[in-house]
């Protein structure tokens, strides 16, 4: 039976919909609801387009990805205020996956993500994976923005390249460097013009929703006349609804193909979903379920791709932008999916007006805000170790690929955890009471253990100890202030207790918790056990002999 502090399957898989709806809902947490809802539908609109050009998809499958993957996630997911939708940390994976086996590898790939978050999610292993270490967290995150940077310098200079760009990113520099004499400086005005407006509107207006205003400011431009690229020039007319549903193609093929991006997906979502989520709960006070928000990102991935969307996660902006607006609840992003269909029904046709250029520095001023400067340079200054993981983090996503950089980072800082650890267990001497007898004092030696005694200490610790060991006819240790033995540092002892039991010696544990005492019996034999005592003074009353006895 699960304990008072522990959530029952049912509870933790619960969607935080049907919790706020249980907890009552009135007139004024819609009107709450429908305003923030709208705020962010404001915010959503261009960007959804934006990280769809990006990927290498049209414009119509970032709207899919947040009305559908958008309403799923505050329907089903387990972050009260979490909206979800298309996201610029999925750009490099999504043009990466479209480069390789097209939109209907992607569309799979994203299904298939949906059932991986699921099982993780029915699993309940959302907790585990929120262990990720920060200079991690900042390094992937760094290096996606420089790479969403490098991939707008096209549309935001009017660059003509012979070719795709490559997806390397010293590839694509050399491509970029090559087309630099095809620079159109109307484009480069208007790109320019709407980071300029989007920076000044957020210093002196930041309630009202910048990035829709430079946007629909570039677009009448474009209208009037000023010769640059727009979203029609190069997709044509946007549908006005959503494509009806169709499931991808499960050949097995076709399956084998999409299944390593199917799990990049899957392991960037879950990442950032969590992320995003701990990011409202501070913002709100409120507690997020981690498996019922991998439960439902999972149902909203496979159904952004049956309507023709691709990869959804939680977003950390358009998320803190629901909770500054004051959502009541997921109501807000449900209406916010609404919104979006609605403007797809009926605004569509003014959408071909949009420039790419300022798509281009919407992408821009988004990668400047994901790279965490302050948080960079923090890390690099305060710990070698912790810049040494920023850096692998970093260079491996710019260079190589974001799963590598992720999987590398994350064992190098749990290798750091590791090494720190076993540096602060401390193994120190106790002089024995003046009460102990005096030929037992003698062949007595103290030690008062500390810190958790598990593998990496062990490998230190243990051969202290068994220096030590040589010395006495009996070792007394102190574990009164180990919180936890694993395995590994349990069999260190089992050696110890041998080495002493071979030269007529014993070993005597002091102090031990049940959980530690529990690990230390299971692993040591019917020979060579050692003798449990409550205090010290217990354990040097007694003699080796009855020890061993």
């Known amino acids: ?44 609109l261009p960007l959804s387009m934006a990280i769809a050009i990006a990927s290498g998809v049209g414009p119509e499958r970032g709207l899919y990805t947040a009305i559908v993957g958008g309403f799923l996630v505050s329907l089903m997911g387990g972050s009260r205020y979490q909206i979800g939708g298309p996201a610029g940390a999925f750009i490099v994976l999504v043009a990466g996956t479209v480069l390789q086996i097209g939109v209907d590898g992607l569309i799979l790939a994203t299904f298939l993500s949906g059932i991986l978050l699921m099982v993780i999610g029915l699993l309940r292993l959302g907790d585990y994976i929120k262990f990720i270490p920060f200079p991690v967290t900042v390094g992937f995150t760094s290096g996606i923005a420089v790479i969403i940077a490098t991939s707008q310098v096209a549309d935001f200079f009017g660059l003509r390249l012979d070719e795709a760009a490559p997806p390397e990113f010293l590839h694509k520099l050399a491509a970029l460097w ?31 929703p910048g990035m829709l205003i430079a946007i629909m400011v570039g677009g009448v431009l474009a209208w009037a006349g000023v010769p640059v690229e727009t979203i029609g020039d190069r997709f044509g007319d946007l ?55 991998l439960l439902g990102q999972g149902v909203a991935n496979m159904g952004s791709a049956l309507f023709g969307g691709f990869c959804v996660t939680g977003t950390i902006a358009r998320t803190a932008t629901n909770v500054r607006a004051g959502s009541r609840g997921p109501v807000s992003g449900m209406l916010h999916a609404v919104f979006v269909a609605l403007v797809l029904l009926l605004a569509a046709p003014l959408a071909v007006h949009i420039p790419l250029a300022g798509l281009a520095g919407v992408l821009i001023v988004v990668a400047w805000n994901m790279f965490e400067k302050e948080e960079f340079l923090t890390l690099l200054r305060v ?10 983090t970093f260079l491996l996503v710019v260079f190589r690929d974001l799963t590598e950089g992720i999987i590398a980072g994350t064992a190098l800082g749990g290798a750091v955890f590791i090494r720190r650890m076993s540096e602060a267990a401390k193994l120190e001497p106790i002089t024995p009471p003046d009460a102990a007898p005096r030929e037992q004092a003698e062949n007595v030696v103290v030690y008062s253990l500390r810190g958790a005694y598990f593998f990496g200490a062990a490998a230190t610790m243990g051969r202290v100890l068994d ?82 006895g």
Not at 15 to 23: D, V
Not at 179 to 199: M, P, Q, S
Not at 256 to 284: K, N, Y
Not at 383 to 392: E, F, G, N, P
Request: some cysteine.
């Open 178 to 208: 090559q087309a630099r004499g095809t620079v159109d400086l109307t484009t480069t005005a208007v790109a320019a013009a709407t980071v300029a407006l989007i920076l000044v509107l957020r210093r002196y207006r930041p309630g009202w």
């Open 467 to 548: 220096r030590i060991s040589d010395m006495p006819r009996m070792l007394v240790l102190d574990l009164s202030r180990v919180p936890f033995v694993d395995t590994s540092g349990a069999q260190s002892m089992v050696g110890l207790a041998r080495k002493l039991e071979r030269q007529g010696g014993c070993l005597a544990l002091v102090g031990a918790t049940p959980e530690v005492a529990k690990v230390l019996r299971s692993q040591f034999g019917h020979h060579a056990s050692p003798k449990f005592f409550d205090t010290l003074d217990d354990a040097l009353a007694e003699s080796c002999a009855n020890n061993q």
């Open 383 to 392: 710990s070698r170790a912790d810049a040494a993981v920023l850096l692998i």
């Open 1 to 44: 039976m699960a304990s008072a502090d522990t959530p029952t399957l049912l509870e933790d898989l619960r969607p935080m919909s049907i919790s706020a709806l249980r907890g009552g809902y009135s007139l004024g947490d819609l009107r709450a609801d429908a305003i923030a809802g709208l705020t962010v539908a404001i915010v959503a």
């Open 239 to 293: 549908p006005r609804s959503l494509p009806a549903p169709q499931v991808p193609d499960f050949a097995l093929a076709a399956v084998l193909d999409a299944l390593p991006f199917a799990v990049a997906f899957t392991l960037l979502g879950a990442i950032e979903s969590l992320l995003s989520a701990v990011v409202a709960d501070g913002m709100s006070g409120q507690r997020h379920r981690s498996n019922a928000e």
